[in-house]
């Protein structure tokens, strides 16, 4: 194929503006390693005469996306609307009945209709890429999907929040609270509109799913993702776990377990000195494990203009290079239905407590604990001024139900007040 | 395409039978990610009757590679062979000229003539994939052609000999000097039969010339990369640079630089504390730089088995999805010979002298310093038992050429005991 390939942009917030860039300031380059021309045929965006830094009078407009996915004379439906319904969805559907080859960097569109999106695409033998929607500038879906295609897949971890990540490691350079660096972050304009997709582990748990899909070879399942965000998370967990050799990060592990899939996005503890424990700012890291390959480590910017946009387009140029595969990597059709499973895998964790300080107290929840087959590998208290002492626990590998088990007897002891904070530590 | 993709193996060492058991033992995953099966039909090595510790007896037996090449019933031709002349060339020549697909893991033979069998193979309109060739199970060849194939590459930097990385981590681990270090890896078999290849840097050397073909759109060249090994390092200057907050690595790097292109493989050190500096033992590590992407860090195993078959077959299976690229990423006959430079490029560097210790030494070597430009950013003399007191400079960022005519000219001033040893401090 020597002939231009022809693309039509919906949405031209920070990512569309990104790949608008990059086809006119790299077209030589693109032109090179494609042997055809990258060509901006149409754009859509609500706003027409808003200026956005760069020269986008070439291009035809349409004012709904709509029509742009319908448009004749576009081979690449490009969806940078966002937004799990809606315009996002919709324009999708039209460009799929009307024949385009799609790539989107929509995460919670394709958490939510991956698999309805993906059976539809291939049954008009077309393309719904979607690199730019997991870990922003990281080459993992093509890693996961192509890299390592090799391999049966063991597990899949990673920090693929960048907000999620400045807060945990700007508490920990500050020693600021929880409530403090969140106010920073939304000043820094770093939050989405609706907090709670950062915070609450809901955009990470969309990438977690699509990873697990891929990896796995299942139907991506979203809603089994367990979900906990890092609200709980004090500036005291935060120097605990460090005093203790760890970081804290919101961590995405998907694994096969037994006959199911777990997903899960929450809190760990991961060992300060690991890769993942280094990992500082709005930086994402995914590790994959597979049978044979063992772990690799992909690291690097996991939003913005830039990394976003080189990751869209690395999906387009594999287009105009004549580069077909299925969505999830394998058909849409072939991928099996899994039981979701809770993590029932053992591993450390770490607890902490507030205690009575009065005599007994520490042999009442030590002596708990080992009820519920709780073993304790490291115990620190600390000093305090009031009568409530706090307790850091580190205990050996624990089935997670122990530790749900325990923590809900806890409060019977009589001697811990507060709700303990209970975090498993990822082993690596 | 859904008929079967038959393969030949040639070369039946470590990697080639990890190839064997991968086909062997994922049959099903291979063929849900390729809809086809994925065939081995003949194989080739020096001994028939040695026990692999795999079921070979399916196969079809060559003695010769160049027979197992021309075989009209294989579609892929996979050489495992290793070396950069001899059987490995003669027998891909010959698979080309008898129009097969080519597989390899032959970095010395794509440095060395990469761009005449690249040009040969495109000319047949048939593949020449490598990713195992470089960083072993890293996934780095498909993430610079393909995952970043938007961007206008500005550097790549990597630790990619295993062997050095853990030639050098151990020495600071354990305190013990290069020779005995090297010993020890000796004995651990991670040695090249000829050791230079590895601690002479020509092997990361090989694989950074490749990456930089890539990245560049250069032809290949080799022999244009800056080489220098580690068995100059002494454990003192691992240790010093421990103290000053450093790691010494055999880094790769490639740029850009004017219109020539800068390629060196030597020892750098890095900060401690950089995902570079972190990297302990037998991994590798790849730095990725792109105009839009930002920085891109992957890491995994760079040798052995299971790793180094998983990147062969992630081209297996690239081939038999129908994916069809050139070798270096565009077309052979477009890559651009490019003038080769020595770096300018400033950088801080780090000495390490011996002086004499008497009145006036460390004012002769300052004001040497200072006639060629270098300024000093921080310094240290270490206690000593006799007469040569250790010295160490960091110095504020310098023309390599400056520090080049500097060491020229220490030992005129009477006062350094023997060679100056002087790395670059890599930016990161």
Chains 1, 2 share one sequence.
Not at 187 to 213: C, F, N, Q, R
Not at 221 to 235: H, K, M, P, T, Y
Not at 382 to 408: C, F, G, N, R
Request: aromatic share 4%; proline share 4%.
């Amino acid at each position: 194929m020597t002939n231009p390939i022809k693309i039509g942009i919906a949405g031209l917030g920070t990512v569309g503006i990104g790949v608008v860039k990059i086809i006119q300031q790299n077209e030589k380059i693109l032109q090179a390693r494609t042997g055809r021309k990258i060509e901006i045929v149409a754009v859509s965006a609500k706003a027409k005469n808003k200026n956005r830094g760069v020269d986008l009078s070439k291009y035809q407009w349409e004012s709904d996306p709509i029509s742009l996915a319908k448009r004749k004379d576009i081979d690449i439906f490009v969806e940078l609307i966002g937004g799990h319904k809606g315009a996002a969805k919709d324009s999708i559907v039209a460009a799929i009945d009307t024949g385009k080859d799609i790539v989107t960097a929509n995460k919670a569109l394709l958490a939510h209709s991956g698999q309805e999106l993906a059976e539809k695409t291939e049954g008009k033998n077309k393309l719904l890429r979607f690199e730019a929607a997991v870990a922003g500038g990281i080459p993992v879906i093509k890693a996961l999907t192509e890299g390592l295609a090799g391999n049966r897949l063991t597990r899949v971890v990673g920090v693929m929040n960048g907000t999620c990540n400045y807060i945990l490691t700007r508490m920990q350079s500050s020693g600021l609270n929880y409530e403090e660096i969140f106010k920073e972050a939304e000043a820094l304009g770093y939050l989405e509109a609706d907090p709670t997709l950062d915070v609450g582990g809901i955009d990470a748990g969309h990438k977690l799913a699509l990873l697990a899909s891929i990896g796995f070879g299942t139907k991506v399942n979203f809603d089994a993702v367990e979900l906990e965000g890092i609200g709980q998370i004090s500036i005291d967990d935060i120097n605990h776990a460090a005093d203790m050799g760890f970081r804290i990060k919101l961590l995405g592990v998907a694994q096969l377990n037994g006959d199911g899939l777990e997903q899960r996005m929450s809190p760990c503890l991961v060992p300060a000195t690991s890769p993942l424990g280094q990992l500082e700012g709005g930086t994402n890291m995914v590790m994959l494990e597979g049978d044979h390959v063992g772990q690799i480590i992909l690291s690097g910017p996991g939003a913005g203009e830039g990394p976003t946009a080189s990751a869209v387009m690395s999906d387009i140029i594999d287009i105009a290079r004549g580069v077909r595969l299925p969505t999830f990597g394998q058909p849409a059709n072939i991928l099996k239905e899994i039981q979701p499973v809770k993590s029932n895998t053992y591993a450390p964790y770490y607890l902490r407590l507030s205690l009575s300080d009065k005599p007994g107290a520490l042999a009442k929840v030590a002596s708990l604990l080992g009820d519920f087959g709780i073993s304790i590998d490291r115990m620190r208290q600390y000093a305090h001024a009031d009568d409530h002492a706090p307790v850091l626990i580190v205990t050996h590998a624990t089935e997670p139900k122990s530790i749900e088990k325990a923590l809900a007897n806890l409060p019977k002891t009589g001697v811990v007040h507060d709700k303990p904070v209970a975090l498993r530590i990822e082993p690596l």
